[in-house]
């Protein structure tokens, strides 16, 4: 009977449950969808909660499932996010340099223009890509960062030591080889572009390494890569933040207090989130701070804890399966009863699900899917012929060049070697110091927040066509021989 009302509710799913976790209610972590990608387990929350596993994949029969099919479980993969992202790079640079490319420069120049009543925001599509679609980026980094601290990798001191010091160590020498490159230049304030590391094509490689690396060596690259974005937010905010409205910089603030105030006081609901934080977002915008600082600030206030705990959602759901199977019985079939069961259902499903899980869950499809490949295609492009022939070879392109390629793995390596040796950490499961130097190169795949900060760093065309081309190359060398040393090792 409890098959034939699992295959009923979930034709595709079947409940695991788990057992000695050592978890309270209190300290449930939520994995996001970047945490989960390409397993065969996504977590509903954790704990003693059941998992969901989902069974082999089964072509449907409807014909617009069988059309959709191919792409939902090409999405499934670990590596899809990377391959758009890709993709659209790949498209970007070509169109910067093919006979069209005066298009490509217009299209991301056209005005467009947000109003109510009298107060209008005009802007044109690059600055909404960058400060607007971007913000949301950051907001899930942050929720990313905020899980991790509370309930992941970053819970603990120790555990959080190895990837915290590789992360400061990845930052600093990249800034101090730049540095090297452009100093007593105006160049200079690009330092911050070899800093960060790309999470969505740093995992993707490791992904197509396969079994070869160890889980632990995967956890410590994505604990590493967000700590990164965490260190390019408070640059961002500190270095590129040009004039300051401290009236307008107050009011987003103050609606950061009104979020932490409904945190405190129990506000569940996503929808009182989302629309205060427009209005912050907007506060931060019109203040001078970057709009995608907001993003981070935002995520903070958002709830960890469900509002039903895992115990008692799995017995009010067990009931309500009960009932649902009763009213399907051929002999009752009780339609008003089997529908109003689903409601319920339905809402404890919402109600053992915390607000930051649940915004996870719903943007993390739309960052991968959506927002970071149309940032590459607006960002990425670059000219590589005629003009740049001289950034090619000129002091921002070799500092970026060499900050992300040498910086970054002999500032992870370096830091990693110094904590391991002062016994403040080791090295994760299963992992072996080659390992360790093979993802200290993917490190070094900057892409996404290096053209980020390059855009804030350069106002000027020819050293922010010099910067990405720094960065496109460094990064597909970083890929690649991470690459090769992760899938070559003995």
């Not at 800093?195 to 079994?211: E, H, K, Q, S, Y």
């Not at 040009?242 to 009104?258: E, N, Q, R, V, Y």
């Not at 904590?419 to 499961?429: E, G, I, Q, W």
């Not at 993802?439 to 980020?452: D, K």
Request: charged content about 15%; hydrophobic content about 55%; proline content about 5%.
């Amino acid at each position: 009977m409890e098959t034939e009302r699992a295959t009923r509710i979930w034709p595709l799913r079947r409940i695991v449950p788990v057992t000695g976790s050592g978890l309270s209610d209190a300290t449930l972590p939520f994995e996001s969808a970047a945490s989960c990608a390409g397993r065969s387990e996504v977590a509903l929350d954790c704990g003693r909660l059941p998992r969901v596993t989902s069974l082999p994949p089964v072509v449907p029969d409807r014909p617009v499932d069988r059309l959709l099919w191919p792409f939902r479980e090409f999405a499934r993969l670990q590596v899809s996010g990377g391959i758009v992202l890709l993709t659209c790079a790949v498209i970007a640079i070509a169109w910067a340099n093919s006979p069209w490319s005066a298009g490509y420069e217009a299209l991301w120049r056209v005005k467009l223009s947000v109003g109510l009543g009298g107060h209008v925001l005009e802007e044109s599509l690059l600055h909404w890509i960058n400060d607007g679609l971007m913000a949301v980026f950051f907001f899930v980094v942050g929720l990313e960062i905020k899980r991790e601290v509370l309930a992941g990798e970053l819970a603990s001191p120790r555990q959080a030591a190895l990837p915290i010091a590789a992360a400061i160590g990845g930052m600093a020498v990249p800034a101090l080889i730049y540095t090297s490159f452009a100093l007593g230049t105006p160049s200079i304030s690009g330092w911050g572009i070899p800093m960060a590391t790309d999470i969505a094509f740093a995992l993707g490689v490791l992904a197509l390494v396969g079994d070869r690396v160890s889980v632990g060596l995967k956890v410590f690259l994505t604990a590493l890569a967000i700590i990164d974005d965490l260190g390019a937010v408070l640059v961002i905010a500190i270095f590129y933040t040009d004039t300051i409205s401290w009236g307008l910089l107050a009011a987003g603030g103050a609606g950061l207090g009104l979020l932490a105030i409904a945190n405190v006081a129990g506000v569940r609901r996503p929808l009182v989130y989302g629309l205060v934080g427009i209005v912050v977002w907007l506060a931060f915008l019109e203040s001078g701070v970057h709009a995608t600082v907001a993003g981070v600030l935002l995520a903070m206030t958002i709830p960890t804890r469900a509002r039903i705990d895992s115990p008692s959602f799995v017995a009010h759901g067990q009931a309500l399966l009960d009932e649902i199977d009763r009213a399907v019985d051929d002999t009752i079939n009780d339609e008003a009863a089997r529908y109003g069961a689903l409601e319920q259902l339905e809402a404890a499903c919402e109600h053992a699900e915390s607000p930051l899980h649940r915004f996870e869950r719903a943007l993390h499809p739309l960052v991968t899917f959506a927002i970071m490949p149309i940032f590459a295609l607006a960002n990425a492009g670059v000219s590589l012929g005629g003009g740049t022939g001289g950034p090619l070879l000129g002091r921002v392109t070799l500092g970026v060049f060499f900050g992300l390629l040498i910086g970054k793995q002999a500032g992870v390596m370096l830091a990693s070697w110094v904590t391991v040796r002062l016994n403040l950490a080791s090295l994760p499961a299963g992992t072996t110091w080659k390992d360790l130097y093979g993802v200290s190169w993917l490190a070094g795949i900057g892409f996404t927040m290096s053209l980020f900060i390059a855009s804030l760093a350069f106002d000027d065309a020819a050293s922010l066509d010099a910067a990405k081309v720094g960065v496109l190359a460094a990064s597909t060398v970083a890929g690649l021989v991470g690459f090769a040393l992760l899938r070559l090792k003995s």
